[in-house]
Each structure stands twice: as C-alpha cells, then as structure tokens.
T-cell receptor
Framework: EAGVTQFPSHSVIEKGQTVTLRCDPISGHDNLYWYRRVMGKEIKFLLHFVKESKQDESGMPNNRFLAERTGGTYSTLKVQPAELEDSGVYFC??????????????FGEGSRLTVL | QKEVEQNSGPLSVPEGAIASLNCTYS??????FFWYRQYSGKSPELIMFIYSNGDKEDGRFTAQLNKASQYVSLLIRDSQPSDSATYLC??????????FGTGTRLKVLA
C-alpha cells in the first residue's frame, strides 16, 4: 500500500514567487493535515481537512497561504507571494476518521521550501 | 506557555541504558497522546500511543501518562545507537487536532 506522498521534495524560489506543494494521502484516509517545521521549532499545525472540507485552519499564518483538497483526495498548499519566513519543511499527514483505528498520523517525507 | 513542551536536548545516554523522555501539555481536555520518532531528514513515524492513565509497554518502549499532572513520558530500555533520533510528543486537542512539541534529540553512545 502506498504511503503519503508529497511533491516536490525540495523547492527553491525567490521572494515574491509562488509555490504549490502537493500531497497525496493514503487511499481511504479522510483526514488530511498540513504541518510546517521551521529549523529548531516544533512541527506546527497549519490546517486539517476532513474529506474536502476544511475542519480547522487556525494554524494558517496569513492569507498568502491557500490550501485546497479537491474531491477529498489529494491536497495542494499554495504560497503566494512567498516570503523569507515561509522557508521550512512542510509535512502532510493523513489518518482514518476519528474512532477508526488508533488515530495514528501517517506522514509524508515532507517538502522542503527555501525562499531566497 | 506552549501547548506541548519538551526539553530539546540533546539527551545523551550510553548504550544499554534507559532513556527517559518527558513531555507536558497545557490542555486538560486532551484525550490522546502519541510518541513519534524522526530520523534526520525523514518523516516522523509512530512509536507509541496511549489514551489512559498509567503505563503501556511495547517491547523496549514504555509510555507513561498522568493526566492529573498533564505529563506523558517515554522510556526506552536497553537503548541502542539505532535509537538515536528526535522523539516528538503529540497531543490531540479537540477533535483530532494534533499538536506537537519541539522534540527531544536523543543520542545513544556506543
């Protein structure tokens, strides 16, 4: 069974440019999460989808960040325009619905974003 | 106060010793508690989960939860160099909103 896949694995862009990160969750996982890890800091919650609906987007830093999950399958996270402080590793994770299984989050390998 | 706090380390223990990793959390309503291991440059992977007060053992790993003290810990017995990694404590708040600590870097010295 395929795990959570993320693309690209690494992106280097200049300040002011746009980047779109993609996440394909494990098939059948209705919960999808985006997290960001900045060097030396915690893995910070950005938002949570249940199927195609945004359940909680309280962690999104500002309106330069836009997340979508078309048809409840894959998700994209767009940063436009990118700023220096957006650099970090963006993790996507998925899980089964609450009450099903252990509640374990399955993580992708992450997309490392470097804004110059 | 951070929602989930961990000592960033590094915590250095000799091979074969017990490594003790600690985590405190702020939300008394938290229901589920997880320990993830993350090797450098890799994604986090689940080591243990615990929902009820007390101890839960799985092989060399024991998770301990004390909800009254808002404290969860992970013990690693017979530590091996391959256990060297960052250990992340995660707590669910609300309906499956997972909040992570900064992680504790563990070094097991051969």
């Amino acid at each position: 069974e395929a795990g959570v896949t993320q693309f690209p694995s690494h992106s280097v862009i200049e300040k002011g440019q746009t980047v779109t990160l993609r996440c394909d969750p494990i098939s059948g996982h209705d919960n999808l999460y985006w997290y960001r890890r900045v060097m030396g800091k915690e893995i910070k919650f950005l938002l949570h989808f249940v199927k195609e609906s945004k359940q909680d987007e309280s962690g999104m830093p500002n309106n330069r960040f836009l997340a979508e999950r078309t048809g409840g399958t894959y998700s994209t996270l767009k940063v436009q325009p990118a700023e220096l402080e957006d650099s970090g590793v963006y993790f996507c994770a998925s899980s089964l619905l609450p009450g099903v299984g252990t509640g374990e989050l399955f993580f992708g390998e992450g997309s490392r974003l470097t804004v110059l | 106060q951070k929602e989930v706090e961990q000592n960033s380390g590094p915590l250095s223990v000799p091979e074969g010793a017990i490594a003790s990793l600690n985590c405190t959390y702020s939300d008394r309503g938290s229901q589920s508690f997880f320990w993830y291991r993350q090797y450098s440059g890799k994604s986090p992977e689940l080591i243990m989960f615990i929902y009820s007060n007390g101890d839960k053992e799985d092989g060399r790993f024991t998770a301990q939860l004390n909800k009254a003290s808002q404290y969860v810990s992970l013990l690693i017995r017979d530590s091996q160099p391959s256990d060297s990694a960052t250990y992340l404590c995660a707590v669910t708040m609300g309906t499956y909103k997972y909040i992570f600590g900064t992680g504790t870097r563990l070094k097991v010295l051969a």
